[in-house]
């Protein structure tokens, strides 16, 4: 861990495709326990800059580091020290709960007693003794989204990265998921969030917001919405939106 307070330092990341830019000189950091709002349209460049944050993907050129691991010869020792939920959902629906446990606790090396005590905390917050031998494709979303969420944080990362986590879901499980987050920011965990929900901006301390591939703003939900003269993060979104030279989608 770096000792300045900051887990993610990123300094001009560009990521190309050929002759297309995904991420223009992106320059931010993110602090130890901070939720970070990652927000921009379908297309703006957050997955890009999200697989690169988590060791799956090598930047063009820039310079970041991910709880003081190097992203270009480090990317092993950052997958380690991560946690990650996609919204493509990433529990096996055709194994249980506890069969799912057992195997992200192998491939983080958890000892036996570490994933039980992982598996008991998890019964007493759903509340639901005989969750740990239901099919996690039997289980509603809402519940398959609260236990993605907590298996990726079963083996103590200090950063969670959550990649449209909340998509295809309705306003109540909605609210249920960012209480989650709220707890486990409150423990001092990293929570790194990309959306397109700019409701859910607001519930964040700081945001960027990405069009074009560029940071168009980088500050507090209430910093911004003073700055650009708006009542809400989606009036924010709208104006700077507007400055997109490509289709958004």
């Known amino acids: 861990m770096m000792g300045n307070g900051k887990v993610i330092e990123v300094k001009n990341l560009v990521k190309k495709f050929g002759n297309f830019v995904a991420n223009d000189h992106l320059t931010f950091d993110v602090h130890r326990g901070e939720i970070f709002g990652f927000l921009g349209a379908n297309g703006a460049g957050k997955t890009t800059a999200m697989r690169i944050l988590c060791g799956l993907s090598k930047p063009t050129s820039g310079e970041i580091t991910v709880n003081g691991f190097d992203v270009y010869r480090q990317s092993e020792a950052i997958k380690r020290t991560i946690g990650y939920m996609s919204q493509k959902f990433s529990l096996y629906e055709d194994m249980t709960v506890a069969e799912n446990m057992r195997f992200y606790a192998g491939i983080y090396k958890l000892p036996r007693s570490k994933r039980l005590k992982k598996e008991a905390e998890l019964r007493d917050k759903l509340h639901m003794p005989e969750i740990m031998n239901k099919l996690v494709g ?51 965990i990293t929570v790194f969030v990309t959306t397109h929900y700019m409701d859910e901006a607001e519930y964040c301390d700081r945001v960027t917001i990405m069009v074009d591939g560029r940071i168009e703003a980088l500050d507090t939900p209430a910093q911004l919405m003073q700055t650009y003269g ?14 997109a030279k490509k289709a958004v989608g």
Do not use: C
Request: no cysteine; net charge positive; hydrophobic share 45%.
């Open 138 to 188: 039997s289980l509603p979303l809402g519940w398959k989204q609260k236990l993605a969420f907590s298996i990726a944080l079963i083996h103590d990362p200090g950063i969670v990265f959550l990649d449209e986590p909340t998509g295809g879901v309705d306003p109540i499980t909605r609210r249920q998921f960012w209480k989650l987050i709220y707890e486990a920011s409150a423990n001092g």
């Open 230 to 243: 708006a009542s809400s993060m989606n009036d924010v979104f709208l104006t700077l939106a507007r400055k």
